[in-house]
């Protein structure tokens, strides 16, 4: 409010050409830096050409994660949640469609909106053929509709070309009543001439992009001849690496794989007839059968095996599961459910992000309800796939979590400090600075620090959270991607853990004194030694200081006329000002060192 009132008076005084007045441009509060995944994220895109993982949110944001643990995020100029978001791979060109069919051209280089693309109609399936400039859009009446990237221009035309949904659904097509595109995605072994429209009520057509004809058309009258109930397509894959099998996953829980016609088809009239059988119903327990199917993903093994994530979501159940198929035996199949204690909302199978020298190293990328990424080791998986019908299985796959700045609670209370540092050169500084990130996305810690206290005094820039549930950290803020140098799980004198939100934090860089107050009214008093492990906590009761001396932190418990401390003050004479929040009572102690 401050800062806006301030803004406002300065834009009403722009007449005034005096020395000294205030602008608006002098008053411009802006996002530096943004580290880790922000919150309401809802899609994942991954470039495995540039190796760039996007999260999109539902208020406008997207995060960026390259190599070299690279972030940025990119803000929207609607702050509305998004529908779709692909790469244009290897282009760095992130296409963006929100929930008012607007498509969003960004450019990874810069960083920046280059182009907003309004679409008439609503998107409801959206797919990038790759190695090209060209972009298929289905809508809600059943078209698909053909776009092109323009990348010098960094922008979208719309061209003549369009599938009409009378021709492409077939004979029995309504076109006063369209069935909405679900999915729509070039075929792997003819991308560029075959194009597989799937349709929500579940009919799939194959397209003939030259020639514009069906090829093939299946899954029509599935439903229509059965007496079972309707299922709506939620989800759908290819299960094959020639693009002749594709996986479809229901509304009831339920997944088929259906068999499409490849390149080699040699007359399109022989495939008009209508393939309505499945090649397969795969089974993923009777209790989870009515879990709708949100996505699915494919991962190509040697020979003729493969491995299928299934992601499945509703109000009152989740499941995510893996499958291995192998097209030699289809009757046998191979499942493994992922332990996950929350539903999943996107997942991507990424390669070579965390560490460039291994570039074949697969990682599966979860987004759970929470906003939290969970990590699995795709040969973990299918070696577990493997050997889990063995004499002696195998111990199921160790997942972990997106490395997060502030650990599992929010920040009550941040302070920064500098000391002034000039003796280390600033490249030697950096590039020391540098070795100590952990990798983002790995499923191993690199260069994690223990608690060493005397880093501190080694700090540019020190900046101290304070934490909902008690605890402390400290980091090396040099540079926008934060260090951990130590973190304090504040404890009472009991040694059980006192899970009290911290509401103030004083620190003096010379003396090296650590003052804290949390909401219950506790003072903590810790003095660091330098280039020592042995460091002293003062315990605060009533007007009496006593003064113990550990090997590790010290915990302590202070109650301050029963309220929260809102503000304290250390002067380098070692005065300590405290304030409580109930009261008007102020505590002035002497600390001698």
Not at 253 to 281: M, T
Not at 288 to 316: C, M, Q, T
Not at 508 to 535: A, E, P, W, Y
Request: proline content about 4%; charged content about 20%; glycine content about 6%.
């Amino acid at each position: 409010m401050f800062v806006k009132k301030l803004v406002e008076k300065a834009s009403k005084k722009q007449y005034i050409s005096s020395i000294g007045c205030l602008r608006a441009e002098d008053v411009s509060p802006r996002l530096a830096f943004h580290y880790g995944v922000p919150t309401d994220a809802a899609l994942l895109s991954y470039d495995p050409l540039l190796h760039i993982l996007a999260v999109a949110t539902r208020n406008g944001q997207i995060k960026l994660f390259g190599r070299d643990n690279t972030q940025a995020l990119l803000q929207s100029p609607s702050p509305i949640p998004s529908k779709f978001l692909r790469f244009a791979d290897g282009q760095g060109v992130l296409l963006n469609v929100n929930i008012q069919n607007q498509i969003e051209v960004w450019d990874i280089d810069t960083k920046k909106l280059c182009y907003l693309h309004p679409f008439e109609k609503q998107i409801t399936a959206f797919a990038v053929l790759q190695k090209s400039f060209y972009i298929y859009a289905g809508d809600s009446l059943g078209n698909v509709s053909l776009l092109k990237l323009d990348l010098g221009q960094r922008c979208l035309v719309d061209m003549p070309y369009c599938i009409p949904f009378a021709e492409s659904y077939g004979s029995t097509a309504n076109v006063g009543n369209g069935v909405e595109v679900a999915f729509v995605s070039p075929q792997p072994s003819a991308e560029y001439n075959r194009l597989l429209i799937i349709f929500r009520d579940g009919v799939m057509t194959l397209w003939d992009i030259k020639a514009s004809k069906v090829v093939s058309v299946s899954g029509r009258t599935t439903q229509q001849q059965s007496h079972q109930e309707e299922k709506t397509v939620t989800s759908s894959c290819w299960a094959c690496t020639n693009g002749t099998k594709v996986a479809i996953g229901y509304d009831s829980g339920d997944i088929y794989l259906w068999a499409i016609p490849d390149i080699s088809s040699a007359q399109i009239s022989s495939s008009l007839s209508n393939h309505n059988l499945p090649l397969q119903r795969l089974n993923l327990g009777y209790k989870l059968d009515k879990v709708p199917i949100i996505s699915l993903r494919w991962a190509a093994s040697d020979g003729k095996s493969g491995r299928l994530y299934i992601n499945g979501f509703s109000e009152h159940a989740y499941l995510s599961q893996v499958l291995i198929l192998n097209e030699e035996s289809e009757s046998r199949i191979v499942k493994m459910v992922l332990p996950l204690t929350e539903a999943c909302k996107g997942m991507e199978l990424v390669t070579g992000l965390s560490d460039p020298n291994k570039q074949r190293q697969s990682t599966l990328v979860l987004l759970l309800k929470s906003g939290q990424i969970c990590l699995y080791d795709d040969s973990e998986i299918e070696r577990y796939l493997l050997h889990s019908q063995s004499r002696s299985p195998p111990t199921l796959p160790n997942h972990s979590y997106l490395k997060q700045p502030y650990g599992d609670s929010g920040i009550s209370i941040a302070k920064f400090y500098t000391s002034g540092r000039t003796s280390i050169a600033d490249e030697d500084y950096f590039s020391s600075l540098a070795t100590k990130y952990p990798w983002l996305l790995s499923m191993k810690d690199k260069g994690q620090n223990s608690a060493n206290f005397t880093n501190i005094h080694k700090t540019r820039n020190l900046y101290i959270t304070g934490h909902m549930d008690g605890t402390i950290s400290f980091w090396d803020a040099s540079c926008p991607l934060l260090v951990q140098i130590f973190m304090i799980k504040q404890q009472n004198e009991d040694n059980t853990s006192s899970g009290t939100r911290i509401t103030s934090l004083q620190f003096d860089m010379s003396s090296s004194i650590l003052i804290s107050g949390d909401q219950s009214g506790t003072v903590r008093i810790i003095t660091f030694k330098k280039d020592s492990n042995d460091n002293i906590l003062s315990f605060l009761h009533g007007t009496d200081l006593a003064i113990c001396h550990q090997s590790s932190f010290y915990l302590d418990t202070k109650l301050v006329s029963d309220s929260s401390i809102l503000q304290k003050s250390l002067r380098h004479n070692n005065l300590i000002t405290i304030i409580g929040k109930c009261c008007t009572l102020a505590f002035i102690i002497w600390h001698s060192r």
